[in-house]
Every structure is written in structure tokens, then in C-alpha cells.
């Protein structure tokens, strides 16, 4: 088998992609079904998680990272730059330091979670936190793109072509195209970048194929024969496509999506409206009782804001919304251990003594 993610769908990517590549081992990433939550929440779904928290850098934006990196090499570019809420940014420092360029990162300030913050550190990127946040800190990246200086952002088309791929994983592991498939949304890359690659898969154009603008033409033949119902969920306070248009103080405790002026807006719609699906807002608690029962329940650790689609799928199903007996995915973006402050409230620890007696009376075992 072709091991890394550009060689095994290089009939997908641009030509010659791999040959610039510094893989990490991106992608291949598991396809968990849900034994437990379904249940308890009584909901008549198959619901997988497919969890791209066991990436290289601990979430999805590796498969988008590893093309960009790839494309700027390919380029002479000598340096990277991103605005990030934290992933993006671990991403390219990990990238750009295997492919030996320079890594240039700006941050929302004291809004990265802990983690994140470590990686870029320890990858060895340039840090600049600004006081704003996101949205202010993507204006001010696109200043600064040239030839030289690659922005790997997911404005970036060849980010989009690297995330596409995880709807040819998906399909390949369900052995057919899911009749529903969940995300959170942020920037919303991600959303477009999973509709491609439905479409792509599908033979189907979609009109979200702009972010390539006109450079790609999709050259393998069709191999599934439907598209999934796209659904993505945004954070309660922080979801321009709920309020319709950009908005300028996002909050949320789902860091990794406070944005209010996502870049890839058409590319969200256009796999919003092709595909019958919905943006639905999430609150925080919704998300954070998710991700806590996905751990606690499942064994399975993702970050605050990728349990947001889930959150919205199991809404949706309770209100009766979703047919029983769907074939559900949803992305899981990032891995928890980025953010371990975010369950700190669920803390259940005791100090005591280290004698028997104590230790047996906090276990309940005396
Ligand atoms: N989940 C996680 C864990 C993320 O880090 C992001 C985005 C998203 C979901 C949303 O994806 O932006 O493509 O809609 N994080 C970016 C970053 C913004 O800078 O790391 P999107």
C-alpha cells in the first residue's frame, strides 16, 4: 500500500503534489461507530465518529497542511504564514519544520488553548499574538502573502484539496456514502473541503469548486452515486451563518471555532443548499456534555469544538428532525489532549492520605 495520504490519492490531487511532499503519516485516521451515546440519548441512528484527532500534529488540518507545505516548496517559497485559532498554526510549524522553511503564526491572544500554543512553540515557529482576534488576525495575513511567503491558511486552494480527501476515507471505510455527515464550522474550509471531495467522488460539479478557481478539473471517474446531507454546527456564540452575515465579537469556550467572519463562506453555502443540509448553532454546554459523554462514554478524547456536530446531530434526532435508521458520520476535528483546561470543571479528584483505610474510604471500596 502507498503509504502516505498524497501518494495514495494522487489520481485526486494536483499532479506531482507528493513529489514536494514532507509527509508526517497525515490521514488514515479511524472510523469509530458509536455504541453508547446513540442509546442513551435514544436516538435510531448509526452514527461513526471519524475521529481526526490521531493526525501527526492531533487534528484534520495535517491533510490540508501536508499540500499546502508540498505546493510552497513546489513554489521556492521560503517561508509560511497563518492566522490560526490554534490548529492551523500547530500544523504548519510542524510542516514548514520538516520542510525546513520558516513558519510565521498569528494568534488571537490568550485564546489558544494550551496545547497549541506548545506545539507552535516547540515546532519552532515566529509567534506574534494579537490583541483581536481570528478574524483580525486572517486580514492581516493576507498583507503579507507573495511568492515567498505562502499563506496556509484554507484560503490557500491547495489546504481545500488536502481535506477533501477525508470523504474518500470515509467512503472507502463505510463501504458507501453516509446519508448524513456532521462538522463543526469555523473558517469553513473544512465544510467545503468535505463537499468537494463528495462531489469529486461523485462526479457531481458543486459550485464550491470556485476556491480552486478554475485550475482543476476533476480527473478520476465517479465511484459512489450520491452526495451526502451536510450538516454543520457553529457555536451559539459565535455563528455568522446562523445570524447571516459576518459578526464581530464571536465567544465561545469551543476556541478552535471563534470566528466571525469565516473565509470560505460560498463554499459552506453551496454545500449547504446542493445537499439539503443546515448550519444549526450549538450552545456551549451542548458541546462541552458531548465531548465529556464522547470521552467518558466511548473512550473517545476530542477537543471542545469538534464535538459540535455530534452535539447538532443528536439535537436534531431528539426533535425528531433526522429519520431513524440514517447512516450518520461526524468529523471529530481535533484531539482533547490540545485543550485540557476545558473538562477541568469536571475534575473528580481527592487528595488523601496515602494509608489504606483513606484511600479505600475515597474509592468506596472500605
Ligand atoms: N474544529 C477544529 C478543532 C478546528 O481547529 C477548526 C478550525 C474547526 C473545527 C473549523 O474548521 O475553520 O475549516 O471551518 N480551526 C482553524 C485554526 C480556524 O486556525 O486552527 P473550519
Redesign the pocket.
Known amino acids: 500500500m502507498k503509504n502516505s495520504l498524497l501518494e495514495r490519492y494522487a489520481e485526486q490531487l494536483p499532479e506531482g503534489l507528493a513529489d514536494c511532499q514532507t509527509s508526517l503519516g497525515e490521514g488514515d485516521t479511524r472510523l469509530i461507530e458509536l455504541v453508547h451515546l446513540p442509546k442513551r440519548h435514544k436516538v435510531d441512528l448509526k452514527i461513526y465518529a471519524k475521529f481526526?484527532g490521531t493526525n501527526p500534529t492531533g487534528?484534520?488540518?495535517d491533510r490540508g497542511m501536508v499540500a499546502a507545505i508540498a505546493q510552497a516548496r513546489r513554489q521556492g517559497a521560503r517561508a509560511v504564514i497563518?492566522?490560526?485559532?490554534?490548529?492551523?498554526?500547530?500544523?504548519a510549524a510542524a510542516y514548514a519544520a520538516r520542510a525546513d522553511l520558516a513558519c510565521h503564526v498569528l494568534l488571537p491572544a490568550g485564546k489558544i488553548a494550551t496545547g497549541?500554543m506548545a506545539q507552535a512553540i516547540a515546532h519552532g515557529a515566529n509567534i506574534v499574538a494579537l490583541r483581536g482576534n481570528?478574524d483580525d488576525a486572517m486580514a492581516a495575513v493576507r498583507r503579507f502573502a507573495s511568492n515567498a511567503v505562502a499563506v496556509v491558511?484554507?484560503i490557500n486552494p491547495f489546504r481545500i484539496h488536502g481535506?477533501k480527501t477525508i470523504a474518500f476515507e470515509v467512503i472507502e471505510q463505510l463501504g458507501k456514502v453516509p446519508d448524513i455527515h456532521a462538522?463543526?464550522?469555523?473558517?469553513?474550509?473544512?465544510?467545503?473541503?468535505h463537499w468537494i471531495g463528495y462531489s469529486e467522488a461523485a462526479g457531481i460539479e458543486t459550485a464550491a469548486n470556485y476556491v480552486f478557481a478554475g485550475d482543476w478539473q476533476a480527473k478520476s471517474a465517479a465511484w459512489t452515486a450520491k452526495r451526502p446531507v451536510m450538516i454543520?454546527a457553529q457555536a451559539a456564540g459565535a455563528a455568522p451563518f446562523i445570524a447571516g452575515s459576518p459578526i464581530s465579537d464571536p465567544e465561545t469556550v469551543?476556541t478552535?471555532?471563534r470566528?466571525g467572519n469565516?473565509?470560505?463562506w460560498d463554499g459552506?453555502q453551496a454545500a449547504i443548499s446542493e445537499s439539503a443540509g443546515r448550519i444549526l448553532p450549538v450552545t456551549d454546554e451542548e458541546l462541552l456534555n458531548v465531548q465529556y459523554a464522547l470521552a467518558s462514554e466511548e473512550g473517545i478524547f476530542?477537543?471542545p469544538?469538534?464535538s459540535?456536530g455530534l452535539a447538532a446531530v443528536l439535537a436534531e434526532a431528539k426533535a425528531g428532525r433526522i429519520e431513524a435508521g440514517l447512516t450518520v458520520v461526524c468529523?471529530l476535528?481535533?484531539n482533547g489532549m490540545?485543550d485540557p483546561q476545558a473538562l477541568a470543571s469536571r475534575a473528580k479528584t481527592v487528595e488523601v492520605e496515602a494509608t489504606e483505610a483513606q484511600i479505600a474510604k475515597a474509592l468506596g471500596l472500605d
Do not use: D, R
Open positions: 481526526e487534528s484534520f488540518k497563518c492566522a490560526s485559532t490554534g490548529n492551523t498554526s500547530a500544523a497549541k481570528f491558511n484554507s481535506q462538522l463543526p464550522v469555523g473558517n469553513a474550509g473544512n465544510i467545503t473541503a454543520g469551543a478552535a471555532i470566528i469565516p473565509q470560505s459552506a476530542c477537543e469544538a469538534s459540535a468529523t476535528t481535533g490540545k
